[in-house]
């Protein structure tokens, strides 16, 4: 799923050099480290939102391009740019998502198969803008994982959630590797290293 | 002696820069007073204008003034300021004098307008009639802007905002006695003195007593996002932000991308005035203005008109993070938007149809063009400031090239659209032209 022999450069400095990946499908492989030893460049470096300073990275087979549509629809993405629509509702996001996407199959019931679990049962029908932060980081990580995909990247995905929120997410991406997807996730979680990473790379 | 002639030095170098584009301001804003009957030549040519247009652009003027007074944009605080100097009463002086500037300001430029309508168009029947008008409303104006803005206070405002509208209208196509006028003016001080109460203390008007704290901040930020806007000439950051929508279902179905659309529009409802604003003020304008060919006039009208109905689309361009939620191509929604800006369109020109705006064979290509004008300015990209691109002409002033190139991207496909139209070209020629440029703007 994920091929890469590459090194980033910051200025004069090297955030990583050298370093090899090779993730297949069905894994989950966790980047930790403190803050700024490179965790999101690496995933931006998959996302092809920045190209490697040298060497080669192959996502599903090809060089990453956010820019083409088949590459967008094989990787799914949780970034700190990611963002909500503030006037539509989670039952809203998620009808965008499941009917826009090709090959997504809308659920038979969208509340219980994805919303209740999320812990967003009971805020189906209210405006995103109007959801708390932990409330609006869990649509996120819906958004991210309940639509097709080869491979996720999740950028600190633990950011606001509580204690039965990590379990939520652990969950879910559990189920997501073992219906054959991979994820990368930098997190600062142990909880979700132990639960979740096949492999674990420490930037530190 | 030589201190004072230093500080005066200082002083004046301090202020050139501001004394020198207010001396070309008034220049500019002045010599249409001294050039009347050019002007009127000019605009006016042979052709005969309706009796009460100067009144016609009085009312337009005014309702321009009203709605953008009414925004209350004089409502906000710095929040530095709040937390670390807000222990005094003074932002409620703060906004009250912000208040009357903006008030002043805005009904100064409508007079201005006004007199200038009247002089070249010529309405002197109408004057005093006009002047008790445009003095009720602003009366009105300023004293339902000091109060707390509430269901009654925005009932008023767009019952007054209607009633300009059609005062425009009916002074290009009928004669408005002089008496309705003055029932009008009357009506609006009425109104003016039963809102005193509940508008506050002379120097503490309600809208600043009773403003908090997140009001004050969301202010701020508007503005921030208004003076980076007028800075940079980047008007997408203008259109309005969306609101939620009372149908939970209303993605729940076939055609998403279309519904996404529409939602994009529904949630942005209020932009539909400015559009219905735009349609009175084009047939208005070609009323008092018959020389200026229809062709620009429906053409600028529905790319201003029709840039709300693409803020869907301009939200995903603008925020990536947006764009994810949805699987489908660029195309498709690019497809999807155009369309909906289209239906919009046709919708815009059927009223301006009503305001008697001769709508030729060029003045409906117009539309194609301003339809793939919006998609084209919605998808641009994001501006790069670091691409300004500064050149500098032979007399030393500096041009940003770059971000004005990045700025023309849409209204450019526009322009050359309407020369090309308004050129009187043969329609075999210019019909392919505009729809191949209307494509272009669209899948672009």
């Known amino acids: 799923m994920v091929t890469a022999e590459f090194g980033v450069s910051a200025g004069d400095d090297w955030l990583f050099q050298e370093l090899t990946l090779d993730l297949l499908a069905g894994q989950c492989l966790a980047l930790t480290g403190p803050n700024g030893t490179g965790k999101s460049t690496l995933l931006h470096c998959l996302y092809g939102l920045r190209p490697p300073t040298e060497g080669f990275v192959t996502v599903c087979g090809s060089r990453p391009d956010e820019r083409a549509p088949d590459f967008r629809r094989s990787v799914s993405v949780l970034l700190d740019d990611s963002a909500l629509f503030d006037e539509l509702s989670p039952r809203q996001h998620l009808d965008l998502l499941f009917r826009s996407f090709p090959g997504a199959t809308p659920p038979d019931d969208l509340v219980a198969e994805w919303l209740e679990p999320a812990g967003l049962g009971h805020r189906v029908d209210v405006a995103a803008g109007q959801l708390s932060a932990g409330q609006r980081r869990r649509l996120l990580l819906l958004g991210a994982l309940a639509r097709p995909h080869d491979l996720v990247l999740l950028d600190e995905p633990e950011r606001a959630l509580d204690t039965a929120g990590l379990d939520w997410l652990a969950g879910l991406v559990n189920a997501d590797t073992e219906e054959g997807a991979a994820a990368v996730l930098a997190t600062h979680s142990r909880v979700l290293v132990e639960a979740c990473a096949d492999l674990i790379l420490d930037l530190g | ?444």
């Open chain 2, 1 to 444: 002696m030589i201190a004072g002639v230093r500080s005066a030095a200082i002083w004046l170098y301090q202020i050139s820069d501001r004394l020198l584009i207010g001396l070309f301001a008034t220049a500019v804003l002045t010599s249409p007073f001294y050039r009347v009957t050019v002007l009127r030549t000019d605009l006016l040519g042979t052709a005969t204008v309706p009796a009460a247009a100067g009144l016609a652009i009085l009312a337009l003027g005014v309702a321009i003034a009203w709605r953008s007074l009414l925004h209350r944009d004089f409502t906000w605080a710095d929040p530095a300021r709040l937390t670390w100097a807000d222990l005094t009463d003074a932002r409620v002086g703060t906004i009250g004098r912000r208040l009357w500037a903006g008030w002043l300001t805005r009904f100064v430029a409508a007079a201005y307008l006004a007199v200038l309508g009247v002089l070249l168009l010529g309405t002197s029947t109408w004057l005093p009639a006009s002047a008790a008008l445009f003095g009720g409303v602003a009366v009105l104006a300023v004293v339902l802007a000091r109060r707390r803005p509430g269901r009654v206070e925005t009932w008023l405002e767009y019952v007054v905002l209607a009633g300009l509208a059609v005062l425009a209208v009916l002074a290009t196509v009928t004669t408005v006695a002089p008496t309705v006028l003055w029932v009008v003016a009357g009506v609006a001080v009425l109104a003016a003195v039963a809102c005193t109460k509940g508008s506050g203390a002379p120097r503490r008007p309600t809208v600043a007593t009773s403003a908090g704290r997140d009001e004050l901040v969301d202010g701020y930020l508007r503005r921030v996002v208004r003076r980076v806007t007028v800075s940079f000439g980047d008007a997408l950051a203008l259109l309005p932000p969306p609101g939620p929508l009372p149908w939970p279902k209303l993605l729940a179905g076939r055609a998403v991308v279309a519904r996404f659309v529409l939602v994009g529009v529904l949630s942005r409802a209020r932009s539909l005035l400015p559009a219905l604003l735009a349609a009175i003020a084009v047939g208005v304008l070609h009323q008092v203005l018959p020389l200026v060919d229809p062709v620009w006039l429906v053409g600028i009208g529905v790319y201003f008109a029709g840039v709300p109905f693409a803020a869907a689309l301009a939200s995903l361009c603008a925020v990536p993070g947006l764009r994810r939620w949805l699987g489908c191509t660029d195309l498709t929604l690019r497809l999807a938007s155009a369309g909906m800006v289209a239906v919009a369109a046709l919708v815009w020109v059927g009223l301006v149809a009503v305001f008697a705006v001769p709508l030729t064979l060029a003045a409906w290509l117009a539309v194609p063009l301003a339809v793939g004008a919006v998609v084209r300015t919605v998808t641009r990209p994001p501006l790069d400031y670091g691409n300004l691109g500064v050149a500098v002409t032979p007399d030393g002033n500096m041009i940003p090239v770059g971000l004005l190139l990045q700025l023309a991207h849409g209204p450019e496909l526009l322009v050359i659209g309407l020369l090309v139209v308004g050129l009187g070209l043969a329609l075999a020629t210019a019909a392919p032209v505009a729809l191949a440029l209307a494509a272009y703007g669209v899948a672009r």
